[in-house]
């Protein structure tokens, strides 16, 4: 297994690989610390019914080393980490699960602290507490999502000002990919701005809410590649920016909250190619970590959203950076984190 993880595409120097098993409760979990050089790793807990442990590794090395670049571009004084739990969050969450990670967590003694991600939820994260002190996005304002969904919106605006020279929003069309709660707010943000609307998602009342409340057009979750929209915005699962889907977008800013959404590192290059702006994704969707951090460090929450719209300002730097050096957005945005956090 060690040989399997150092050999993995993604170990990328990782830190620290830990296995988690806790008979009693059935927890199964993984803990990656990519590099800590700037503070603590932080980053959430990812409850998903992987198809192997193999498909687990890949994801939790893949986001924790984007929790590095992410924290590190956004001028957080954290590191890089992630965790996962190799179950269904639909049928397999127990209060007794989340204090054995909890458990876990306190024996690494503050190296990582952690917080909601997809599967899991504030409630989830109070149970964590009870064993640990270690962990953030607790109460009733512990959903991180709204300053994700924020983060997106000023990145969106960013983008159209640069690539399209607008100052509005209105009567664009954008076509979003999954409306889970960073989508879903995203959305309304962008309806409100005056954006037309095309929605996919294997959830069915999402789709209906949002039609009805946005007026927006609903499609199948592989039919959101090929409509004509000037803004393609994947807030679901990684990976969706691959050589396939390439030849059917039609959208000339990909801007969306998903994580990891280039399938390999020359996705980047090749969207440059087809005079498509690429907002880096783990720019773009640093507002809820953000927020997690200043909760988790104790400073006011008056401050969040003036940091999170930051994020406009480090996106435009980087556009012009890519413009000027003639590089993939994705390159430029990687450089700038690794100027931060390498040594």
């Known amino acids: 297994m060690t040989a399997f993880v150092f050999n993995e595409p993604n170990f990328d120097d990782h830190e620290q690989v830990i296995f988690v098993s806790e008979p009693k409760s059935g927890l199964k979990a993984i ?6 050089h700037l503070g603590p790793a932080m980053g959430g807990c990812r409850m998903w019914n992987y198809v192997n442990e193999a498909a687990a590794v890949n994801d939790v090395l893949r986001l924790s080393r984007g929790m590095t670049y992410k924290n590190a571009v956004a001028g957080l004084p954290i590191g890089g980490g992630k965790s996962v739990i190799i179950g269904n969050p639909k049928t397999d969450k127990t209060s007794s699960l989340f204090e054995a990670l909890g458990e876990a967590l306190d024996r690494l003694g503050g190296r990582y602290v952690t917080a909601e991600d997809i599967g899991t939820s504030p409630a989830d994260m109070a149970n964590v507490a009870k064993k640990t002190s270690f962990v953030a996005g607790l109460g009733e304002t512990g959903d991180p999502s709204p300053y994700t969904a924020l983060g997106c919106f000023v990145g969106a605006q960013a983008a159209v000002k640069f690539h399209l ?3 509005s929003m209105e009567g664009l069309v954008v076509a979003v990919q999954g409306l889970g709660h960073v989508g879903f707010d995203y959305a309304r943000r962008l309806h ?5 609307l095309i929605i996919a998602d294997i959830d069915e009342l999402a789709l209906e809410r949002a039609r009805m409340e946005f007026g927006a057009e609903v499609v199948s979750v592989d039919a959101i590649y090929d409509v004509a929209a000037d803004i393609y ?6 990976a969706t920016l691959n050589p396939t889907t390439l030849s059917r977008i039609k959208a000339s800013i990909v801007a969306g909250g998903a994580n990891n959404q280039l399938q390999t590192a020359e996705v980047g290059d090749l969207l440059r190619q087809k005079g498509v702006l690429y907002v880096p994704d783990f720019v773009i969707n640093a507002g809820g970590i953000i927020k997690v951090c200043y909760e988790y460090l104790n400073k006011p929450e008056a401050t969040v959203e003036a940091h999170v719209r930051e994020i406009g300002s480090t996106l435009l730097e980087i556009f012009e950076r890519a413009a000027h050096e003639e590089l993939p957005t994705s390159v430029v945005a990687d450089r700038l984190a690794e100027a931060r956090f390498r040594h």
């Open 31 to 36: 803990i990656a610390l990519h590099n800590t």
């Open 165 to 167: 020279k607008r100052d």
């Open 233 to 238: 915005a994947p807030c679901a699962l990684g």
């Open 192 to 196: 409100a701005a005056g954006a037309k």
